[in-house]
């Protein structure tokens, strides 16, 4: 059984920085794509990036390119989202989600909150 456990959210400034992590369990992370999400409360989850097996690939949507950014450690089955120049409209609770079909995110953590102030 695929488990994801998410961790680092918390509340920070407006302009401020922060970093998740996402640790994979049970699965053959390594051959993973993965994915990070979010949802703010009343909205409908939005995606936030992916990053491929071997992590020489990214992609983030308009919404928060240039500010943040997604790796992995295939050693340590760990993926992280570093977010900066963080906004208010950045609040919500972050997923992380695997792959293992290219395209279709099977496997999701249960969430951390983010919380930005102004």
């Known amino acids: 059984q695929v488990q994801l456990v998410e961790s680092g959210g918390g509340l920070v400034q407006a302009g401020g920085s922060l970093g998740l992590s996402c640790v994979v369990s049970?699965?053959?992370?390594?051959?993973?794509?993965m994915g990070w999400f979010r949802q703010a409360p009343g909205k409908e989850r939005e995606f936030v990036g992916r990053?491929?097996?071997?992590?020489?690939?990214?992609y983030y949507p308009d919404s928060v390119k240039g500010r943040f950014t997604i790796s992995r450690d295939n050693a340590k089955n760990t993926l992280y989202l570093q977010m900066s120049s963080l906004k208010p409209e950045d609040t919500a609770v972050y997923y992380c989600?695997?792959?293992?079909?290219?395209?279709?995110?099977?496997?999701w953590g249960q969430g951390t909150q983010v919380t930005v102030s102004s």
């Open positions: 990053i491929t097996f071997s992590g020489a690939i990214t």
């Open positions: 989600a695997a792959a293992p079909i290219m395209g279709l995110f099977s496997y």
């Open positions: 049970g699965g053959t992370f390594r051959s993973y794509t």
